[in-house]
Every structure is written in structure tokens, then in C-alpha cells.
């Protein structure tokens, strides 16, 4: 299986940057792991928020095959555990997934578009972070939930 993390945007703060690049490196040790950046849409103040959706969702659609199976991380998604994480991920695995895709939005959230293409909502949390930290809060729990279901001690901690 491989797993993809798509965000809309780049991470600009340094220190998110080293550490999704830390964790997409151990990760590396499990899985077949990319993430990708899609570049913020350009001239966003011209455009409404619908509009703005709407062009990210273009962009989106590029990066997704049919047979993809695609989570979208939102407010409004399914909540789980580290250890219940760990077993959907082995669920996914177990049945023959050759590709999962989740995904970040930009600031206004998913076009409709984007949410009847999805398989599936997962949330982090009921507290909202901002989009550049949530890629390094999912990555981290990306490898923590392969910890645990190699029974490693990382998950612990």
C-alpha cells in the first residue's frame, strides 16, 4: 500500500517543516509515504470562497486516480484513538488498498466536489489548528499508529 498526504499550500514556518521532515522519514521504515504540496491558488482576493474551493478542487482532482481510496481530514470527520487510527490503517492495508490519499484543504475547507469523491472523513481533533500544523500533528500520528501495530514502544511516549 502507499500512502499519500495531499495539502493545499506549503509549510512555511521552519520548525513544522523539520518536523514532518522528521517524521516522514521514519516513516519511510513502514510504508511507502509521499506528501505533497499543492501550490496556494493564486489571486485568491478576486475570488470568492466558493470560487477559491472550486479552483483548489480543480488542483486536487489532478492527483487522485480512480481506484485512490481518499480521506479528507475535517471538523466533521469520524474521531479515533492512536490505537483505533492503528487498526484502520492495518484495515486498510488488510484489504488490498493500493493507494490512500488523505487530504488538507485550504482555509475555506472542501469544494463539493472534493466530498463526494471522498471514501471517508477522519478528524483530529474538536479544537481547530491551522492547516500548517495539522500536517505535522497527522504525520506524526501516521508513524505512531504504524508503531503500534508493529508493537513498538513509541507509542507510549
Given amino acids: ?7 493545499i499550500g506549503k509549510t512555511e514556518d521552519k520548525y513544522l517543516i523539520e518536523g514532518i521532515d522528521k517524521y516522514i522519514n521514519r ?5 511507502n509515504f509521499s506528501f505533497l504540496a499543492i501550490p496556494d491558488v493564486k489571486n485568491v482576493k478576486n475570488l470568492s470562497e466558493a470560487q477559491q474551493k472550486a479552483k483548489e478542487a480543480e488542483l486536487l482532482h489532478k492527483q487522485i486516480n480512480n481506484g485512490d481510496v481518499v480521506i479528507l481530514l ?12 492503528s487498526n484502520y490503517l ?8 493500493q493507494h490512500l490519499i488523505f487530504i488538507i484543504g485550504g482555509p475555506y475547507g472542501f469544494d463539493d466536489t472534493i466530498y463526494k469523491r471522498a471514501n471517508g472523513l477522519i478528524s483530529l481533533s474538536d479544537m481547530t489548528f491551522s492547516h500548517q500544523m495539522i500536517r505535522l500533528f497527522f504525520v506524526e500520528q501516521l508513524y505512531r499508529g504504524f508503531s503500534i501495530l508493529k508493537g513498538e514502544p513509541y507509542h507510549h511516549a
Fill in 74 to 85: 475535517d471538523e466533521k470527520g469520524k474521531k479515533y484513538s492512536s490505537v483505533e487510527f
Fill in 90 to 97: 492495518n484495515k486498510q492495508m488488510v484489504g488490498s488498498v
Fill in 27 to 31: 516513516l519511510k521504515h513502514y510504508i
Fill in 1 to 7: 500500500m502507499k500512502i499519500t498526504l495531499i495539502a
